[in-house]
């Protein structure tokens, strides 16, 4: 797929703007604080329907104005145009191809997209969380029914907690628990089984392309930690498993008041060459090893849905070496992508004519 225009109204720091992009790389240059970043965010935000920066969305309209608008033309696809209006009494509107969204989770899919950011970086060393989002977000991009389990699972793991609460002052009230477990180990076991099916697949993708741009000098392993001890990976296994565990542990959480196991409390290891990536990587290994990440995911995509997403990379070329620079290029031929830099003229692999230049100074743009 190929995002051709964009129009934004009232967007962060544009007022109001139109481009139209190149189906290859295009390249957002201007000086720090100028407004690339806010510019592939709002491309973003159309694959997501959330930004990757901030969870207020209120913070995306511009600071002297009470709404804003995205539009985005997309061609080579289902998909011919997203649109997205938020408002400062918080009323999104989200349209694809025209038609107006019930939930903004009807999004998900419609355009396929793989960013990758400085903030990635944490995935490897903030906590669990960030991993778990990235792999949320990837998967949900994929399978839509994958993010509503998720949101079911979420709402009521919540609800279970003021459940715990309660029963901790009044044991007798104990026996709703056994309904509330029965209910997280559908939506649970649905999550962990899609998480397992898709660590399976990305970590042999993310190995080879990690070997690839090391020189073959580094191995990457990937495995799914659980918190519920599983030995067979089908769903109906799992929930079985998850159900007993559940029961086994009901008085610790009642105790902790709190849910103690399940696709929330999961994660996954980065190991290199054996060690953790976490704990002895350096920091171009632990670059290098998210951007694997990263290009993996474009691949899965490729093969699930046989649509081609599009990439968003915000000031990376200038943190990875030549070779890196050029390798990550090469990968990612034939892959629409869309690069900020603070100075195109010192990147040779961006010199290409086909190339389109976008100038950015305080939310105004011109195209070189
Ligand atoms: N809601 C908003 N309304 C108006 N301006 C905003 C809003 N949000 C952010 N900005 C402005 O946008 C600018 C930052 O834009 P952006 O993050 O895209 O910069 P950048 O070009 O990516 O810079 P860098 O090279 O430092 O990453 C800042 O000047 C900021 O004040
Ligand atoms: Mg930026």
Known sequence: MIVDSIRLENFRNYKDIELNF??????????????KTNLLESIYICSVGKSFRTSKDIEMINHEKEYFTVNVGIKNDATDKIFIRYDRQKQKAIAVNGIFLRKSGQLMGALLC?????????ILSDGPSRRRRFLDIAISQLNPLYYYNLQQYTKLTAQKNVQLKQIKKNPK???????????IAEYGSKIIAERIKFIDVLKDLANES????????????LEYENTIELNEYDERHIKETYIKTLEKIMQREIEREVSLIGPHRDDISFRLNDLELKKYGSQG?????????KIAEIEIMKKNTGRIPI???????SELDKKRQEALLSYVKGVQTFITCVDSESFDQLKDTQNYIFNISDGAVSKL
């Open 114 to 122: 793989v960013l990758f950011c400085p903030e990635d970086l944490l």
């Open 311 to 317: 990439l968003l990379l915000d000031d990376v070329m």
């Open 285 to 293: 290994q632990k670059r290098t090893a998210v951007l694997s990440l």
């Open 210 to 221: 990690h070997a690839y741009i090391s020189e073959y000098k580094e191995q990457l392993v």
């Open 22 to 35: 190149c189906d290859g790389i295009n390249i957002f240059q201007g000086l720090n604080g100028q407004g």
């Open 173 to 183: 009230q104990k026996d709703v628990l056994f309904v509330w477990n029965e209910q």
